[in-house]
Nanobody, 122 residues
Framework: VQFVEAGGGLVQPGGTLTLSCAAS????????MSWYRQAPGKEREWVAV????????NVADPVKGRFTISRDDAKNTVYLQMNSLKPEDTAVYYC????????????????WGQGTLVTVSS
């Protein structure tokens, strides 16, 4: 199984980015999918989750109202739309699978990909 995250880059505060995570070699549509991020010198933290089928989503409080998670099961891809970016959003962003939407965010199922770096700076 492999996750390939993409879409990161350098953006000014207040800017917008859309990240994607393409998954291969597992039954993507069966599982909830989550985004995580790891800032320099900090632990990885959960950012957002979407249920299988996309019927439910939730995001962490620091990004509420700014980030939106979505998925395209036909493409085995999960997305993270990030608006109104702040310097504190600077991090490497990763995706992973969860057994269910209500599973602990720590109970990721698969190996981590390489992530995609988002840098928010003027």
């Amino acid at each position: 199984v492999q996750f390939v995250e993409a879409g990161g880059g350098l953006v000014q505060p207040g800017g917008t980015l859309t990240l994607s995570c393409a998954a291969s070699a597992f039954t993507f549509s069966r599982y909830a999918m989550s985004w995580y991020r790891q800032a320099p010198g900090k632990e990885r933290e959960w950012v957002a989750v979407i249920a299988n089928g996309g019927v439910s989503t939730n995001v962490a409080d620091p990004v509420k109202g700014r980030f939106t998670i979505s998925r395209d099961d036909a493409k085995n891809t999960v997305y993270l739309q990030m608006n109104s970016l702040k310097p504190e959003d600077t991090a490497v962003y990763y995706c992973n699978a969860l057994r269910t939407y209500y599973a602990s965010h720590r109970e990721t199922l698969l190996a981590w990909g390489q992530g995609t770096l988002v840098t928010v700076s003027s």
